[in-house]
């Protein structure tokens, strides 16, 4: 179904119209419009991975213009597989800002936008179109971001603006070089055009650089990283969930299908140059991103240093150019989604219940909040990388891919980084389960209190600060605080489904190696 194809972009951004129309009339609606649009988005999702399961890869020429002219959206194994984790994330991400906000229909709107804008990145077969989508992702996650009630929320969506709109600009200026050089911008159409310039062409090697940083800024990538700790740590964390499962995992599969897709592995071929000073630059992101997390006691900030490090081995596993360890790079980028969204939520879960995120605040929650902790031990041990989980089978194959390839570096830095993870998940795990809870346990009796748990982000309706669950304002004072229902399903769906992929890793691979076989021919 290729009609399917332009809907995952369109009815997104059609649902997030309805909150604003209606808004003077019939405050409120943003939820039932964003639930709608998510559980469309869901069954459009499945339609395409059915499709290119049955039939193989499919495109769509938007107005009917056929590429390279025209526009073209492309759905194949590994595009459909994002499709669907696009989808899956959005309704949860909508499930549990049910219970903790924001609540207003201009979050509603902002976080349909941003799933358009992320599953136009996806399925985009066009250079330009995708800074375009990736401009329309950028700007939704910077309103989001600055969502959260404090100064530091509105400072953190400023810096991200600023770091953002350098690294779209940089690969605007990628594509433009490319553009000159071939006359061109669909993907397809680019790589049998580029032999023919030259790889070494100054041109193309500028090109290539610009494009690489650009989307390296994106995918925060160490240096460049340096608008995700702040933009992780200070927005809501329904809002953090999402752009930590989403965000970065779009713009890392925009540099797998430039250097694959667009260069091909022929271009390492060449000028092997290029790939090394990216392997390098990926190795020193995972090194320095996992010991940045070892020392943080802010729960998100130790997330999202976690992430730089994530990333940075996925785009490793990119940067090696082989087959093996391009195909650890793209199963760990889904499962790194899964597992991030549910331990950014579980992290505001038991915040709530707790009364504080830092590592010493969550003494003793496994007895109140049994559920949560398990659930984030599992998704903790699975990012660390224990089988069967899907980190497992992700890091096996980057490392594998490494030393085929004779990237030993690449090799190291994996296995260092497995065990700075299990470092400062160990840390958390200890404090769970094996310390006392405060004597205090109410949040109203805690000195830090005001910056607790997921009041950190949410705002009702009518723009006013609103933290916690839905109804708590109803609640005493004094009342000890318990883990949303809502936040306990996705926390658990989220662990499970980090188990299942790892389980069924075989089969995911099955439908994502088609797509990196065609690149190696």
Known sequence: MTDAL??????????????????????????????????????????????????????????????????????????????????????????????????????????????????GVVVTGDLFNLYVFLEITGLATYALVATGRSPAAALAGLKYLLVGTIGASLYLLGVGYLYISTGTLNMADLAGLLPAVGYDSPVLLTGFALLVVGLGVKTALFPLHTWQPDAYAESPTSVTAYISALVSTAAAYALFRVIYTVFTPTFDAAVPAALDVLVVLASVSVVVGSVLAVLQSDLKRMLAYSSVAQFGLVVAGFAVVNQTAAIGGLVHLVGHAVMKAGLFVAVGALATVAGGRTVDDLAGMADRAPVVSGAFAVLSFALVGVPPAVGFAGKWHIVLGAVEAGRWIVAGVAVVSTLLTLAYFARVLERLYFRDAPVAAGVADRPDAATASDTDAALTADGSGSGGAAGADNNPVDAVPTVPPQARVVVVVAAVAAVVLGVFATDLISVLEPVVEVSFQ
């Open 6 to 119: 332009p809907l995952l972009v369109v009815v997104p951004i059609v649902f997030a119209l309805a909150p604003i129309a209606v808004d003077r009339v019939r405050e409120n609606t943003g939820w039932l419009a964003a639930a709608a649009a998510a559980v469309a988005h869901l069954g459009l999702s499945f339609s395409v991975l059915g499709t290119v399961l049955g039939s193989g890869r499919t495109s769509y020429a938007v107005g009917g213009y056929a590429p390279p002219f025209g526009i073209e959206l492309v759905a194949d194994g590994v595009s459909a597989v994002l499709v669907v984790l696009v989808s899956a994330v959005t309704l949860a991400t909508v499930v549990y800002a049910r219970s903790v906000g924001p609540r207003s229909n201009t979050f509603y709107s902002e976080l349909l936008v941003l799933t358009a804008g992320i599953s």
